[in-house]
């Protein structure tokens, strides 16, 4: 599935981030997938990740990353001072999804 506004988004987030260094620009894909993992870990990318799944018995709990890409900064986010700078623009994202809980509800102990 094509979701331009997670594109939009790494590439703001990555843009903005000082962990995103050119060393890092030249690192492994294991080393980017966990960059974006952390980037895209923000609770507020979660909640409108999870926006979809209102009114569902489940919920966002986290995502993993995968196949992370990179290059320069396109049309569709505000580019860095360096436009020439590498950044990640896209990836495919695993959603982790659990069971939502009831608002109140309260877990029960057995003796």
Known sequence: MDHPWIARHL?????RSSEWTPRLAHATAAEHNRFVARLLAAPDFLQRLDAPFAGT?????RITVEKVLLGPPGGSAPAPADS???LPYDAQLWLRLVPRRAAGHAQRRFS
């Not at 590439?11 to 843009?15: F, G, Q, R, V, Y």
């Not at 018995?57 to 709990?61: G, I, P, S």
């Open 11 to 15: 590439l703001a987030a990555a843009a």
């Open 57 to 61: 018995a489940y919920r966002v709990e």
């Open 84 to 86: 020439r700078r590498v």
